[in-house]
């Protein structure tokens, strides 16, 4: 019954390889994040979608692609994988009028 | 350009004690602040927050305390637990309803000590 769940928790792969993360809330929120935490452990958040619609997209190279098929699931996915793109990737969802975000537990990437 | 800095990567306190966790902003805009703990392998997860009509928020053995003209919050700990023991992340929006511009810090490691 976990909230915001995110799978795979680890992702190792080769550069230029395609992969995909997935997420799923089981909270009802409306809008849904992804964040990356880069080596210095800042989260930045790369995209935000709300009711299935991109909000926000900050300077993400193209090769990263959201898709929400439904507002409970958000899904990342990521073309010709580059050494760069190594860091935990976090889901996180909010619920209207509230400041929290759930975040699931991570997916860590290293692309070899 | 970090617009949330943690300065202290580390901090260690014996149990029992008082943790203060640090945080800097530079964007006046901020209006809004979160606190959010988190443990390895697992997602953050929120703490306390503090809105700028306010200087101090209270919630059991966790304090916010908020200086505006500082730009300065902190997270205070009081007696701090073994179980405490994890990053604090600070994080800032310019609104209460602004999920979507959380600017969150490096992260403060506390390790609180039996």
């Known amino acids: 019954d976990t909230a915001v769940s995110q799978t795979p928790k680890y992702l190792v792969t080769q550069m230029g390889n395609d992969k995909s993360i997935k997420c799923e809330q089981n909270?009802?929120?409306?809008?849904m994040y992804w964040y990356k935490q880069d080596s210095k452990k800042f989260l930045k958040i790369m995209f935000s979608?709300?009711?299935?619609?991109?909000?926000i997209n900050e300077t993400v190279p193209n090769r990263f692609s959201p898709k929400s098929p439904d507002k409970a699931h958000l899904n990342l996915h990521i073309n010709s994988l580059e050494l760069g793109d190594s860091a935990v990737y976090f889901c996180?969802?909010?619920?209207?009028?509230?400041?929290?975000?759930?975040f699931g537990s991570g997916t860590q990437l290293s692309v070899l | 350009d970090q617009q949330v800095k943690q300065n202290s990567p580390s901090l260690s306190v014996q149990e029992g004690r008082i943790s203060i966790l640090n945080c800097d902003y530079t964007n006046s805009m901020f209006d809004y602040f979160l606190w959010y703990k988190k443990y390895p392998a697992e997602g953050p997860t929120f703490l306390i927050s503090i809105s700028s009509i306010k200087d101090k928020n209270e919630d059991g053995r966790f304090t916010v305390f908020l200086n505006k003209s500082a730009k300065h919050l902190s997270l205070h700990i009081v007696p701090s637990q073994p179980g405490d023991s994890a990053v604090y992340f600070c994080a800032a929006s310019p609104n209460y309803n602004a999920g979507n511009m959380l600017t969150f810090g490096g992260g403060t490691r506390l390790m609180v000590k039996p």
């Open positions: 909270l009802g929120h409306d809008t």
């Open positions: 996180a969802s909010r619920g209207s009028g509230g400041e929290k975000l759930f």
């Open positions: 979608y709300n009711n299935k619609e991109l909000i």
